[in-house]
């Protein structure tokens, strides 16, 4: 028996031992494909090869528009580009991936909702970039709108390049015209939540096959608040004048706006499965909605209108605020691990400023993707649908050519728009999450157990309210609360506010 | 069985070598047919018990890669293992857990040796072959489509049991927000799923009993349940306590798919379809710290291969031949 025992912890041990001998190859094997295409900065020397992971459905002609970006980047700053498209639903777990398991990479997408930028920025996922913009990325911060790159610090350091689009968030209700005209709606007078009632009464009455309130299961009812942490129930006053964080579930207007959605559901003006709906988009498509609510950004609705291929009307149902998860909407950060972060950067300064590689990042191979119509026009061609990226996160929108159907002010109206948004009073306090992320993890799943179905309106506040409060008090959401208010407390004594 | 020569050889060396490669060279075939399996252990479970180390770390990403990186991380002990026993989460996920698996276990024991036998009574062959396809399909199919097929009959306003209450007069039920219905569902197509696969390895053991005992109990004037019980039950039972030790062994693993997408993710069922897989999952995928899933990870090892021991050992206690090891 014991000869046995021994025996099979020395096959244990052997084998132990060869993992860490396989391994080590492994990562030698990585390291050596990137030595092979490495090479110094002067002209001449081969170019350097920079990976980039990006967020959106992989395209089939990535490879043949990167061939082309890479002939222009390499002739402008010797590197070339390979681009990794990973799909948005899978970004955040495969990145989480990639990036823990040291996977080649030189530069990657990440934002306040995908791959979260805080958190990741402090686990050391990023390289910190501070020195290199200054150094490669001059021109870069002279383009973009200052506040990005103020709101995109954590702990006092930039680590990442944020896009430059819309800055503020600005909620608004999205009405199907169509039904908006046939039945002669005034939705000019519309803004709070129960100001929509009586159109959602007309539409249910005459149309009833119609899903009269649209949402997916992420909805939460607009309150003037703005949350401390990404998806968990901890808020600031959009007014305040203390820097108090509250429970969002105990405030007021929160327990109000949620009666309000229940008698919504009840009334059948929210779909019955709208609790565990994880996108609306097969209602867009087949136009069988009547309004829903949106973030909006300056001619949002020809934008909506010209995508879903029918009239798309908005209006307002909030301020226009400026906040963290809108200012790191959208960020490129240099991995940790790249090899080459000089390279990246000035291929990121490139990015932000050259009208012509954003276009071509952006829309793919000219004659072939789109066509240009004049200096600042294009049009797509049917080759596009093999090149169809999201504009948001591949860099600076401003330099993009526009559609023939935009205002020839779009980026006018964009830059007025950024300069109207009011700032939320936190922004750029970032939550430190590590002394507490056992109470985090717990809270977390609190979170996923009511937030949906509170939400929604499909169950009773009346009792599930009390029940999540209690839940989340025995999560440990107290603590949480605590210790992001001593530091929200440190952050405003350090920020003079 | 080969192991236990094998090892003797690799630990005495020496003198014995020429002899261990002796043995190799005469079973070269078998250890050939052997060595797909064995590589895919290796790799995929073996070489992955490094990683264990994680969870008593606080995992930091540098600069060198993921070796690197384990190795920097600082200690920090049990804390990973906290976040489990935070909350009385804990003994609610663990019980989900432990009496679902239970009742798949006997449930699906029951019902898939009853099937068995019946399939193998048919006397229609191809029949039986008919019948044995359509129970066998549901398993190759993936958790998100079962999940769609049981939303066709679950959703409120569309599903198909909700229309036929309504012929009968009864109101519209919202099952995804009324966990009471749950247990009985999560089994019911758990099992629909399952059985079949599981039939058919009692099946081809049934096919396997040697025909003259049944011809015997005839001639002796047995009847069909008298065979059954006297011949056929105690034939399958050393497979069915294989069968069984090895479902008991994964009785801290729940199927992820079936909790996950059967449900739809609906927080309101959370009290009767939250396990110990969804609620890591869940924690974890917004803050991603690999430690606490690994420690997770780690607690549902510990624990599942102390269950197969202890299941094993009672079973040895009882049954000699019949254990696992």
Redesign the interface.
Known sequence: MS??R???S???VS??AL??V???CG?NG?SATNNSSAGGNGKGEAPVNLIWYTIGTPQKDVDRVMEEVSKYTQEKINATITMKMVDWGDY??KM?VN????EPMDILFTSAGGF?YV??AR???FMELDDLLEQYGKELKDTIDPAFLEGSKVDGHNYGVPANKELPQQEVWRFNKGLVDKYNLDITNVRSLDSIEPLLKTIKENEPTITTFAMDKNYVPYVPYDYVIT?LPLAVKLDTTDYKIVNILETPEMKEALSTMRKYYQAGYV???A??TGSTSDLMTSGQWFMDRAQTQPSADNLWSASYGYPVVSTQASDAIITNTSVQGSIMAIS??SEYPEKAMEFLNLLNTDPVLRNMVDSGIEGVHYKKLDDTHYENLAESKNYDMPSYSLGNNMLLYLNPSDADDKWEQFKQFNAEGVNSPILSFNFD?TKV??????V???K??????LMTG??DPESYLPKAIEKFK???LDQVMAEAQTQLDAWRAENNK | MYRPIFLRYLLIGGNKVTAFFKTLIKNKVMLFMVLPGALWFFFFSYMPLVGTIVAFKQYRFTREGFWASIVKSEWVGWDNFKFLFSTNDAYLITRNTLFYNLAFIIIGLVLSVAMAILLSELVGKKLAKVYQTGMFLPYFLSWVIVGYFAFSFLSMDRGMLNQVLGWFGVDAIQWYSEPKYWPYILIFVSLWKSIGYNSVVYLASIMGIDKSLYEAAMIDGASKWQQIKGITIPMLSPIIIIMTLLAVGRIFYADFGLFYQVPRDSGTLYAVTNVIDTYVYRGLKTTGEIGMSTAAGLYQSVVGFALVMISNFVVRKIDKDSALF
């Not at chain 1, 990036?99 to 040291?102: E, I, L, M, R």
């Not at chain 1, 992320?437 to 717990?442: I, K, L």
């Open positions: 000869k046995k021994k025996s099979f020395l096959l244990l084998l132990m993992a860490l396989v391994s080590a990562g990585n955040q777990q989480q990036v823990a398991s040291g979260d958190q990741n686990k050391g996922a998806n779909a019955p499965e609790a565990t940790a691990n999450s992320a056992t109470q985090m993890a717990a977390q799943n609190v996923e157990q009511f937030w949906s179905s499909t169950v025995e999560a440990g």
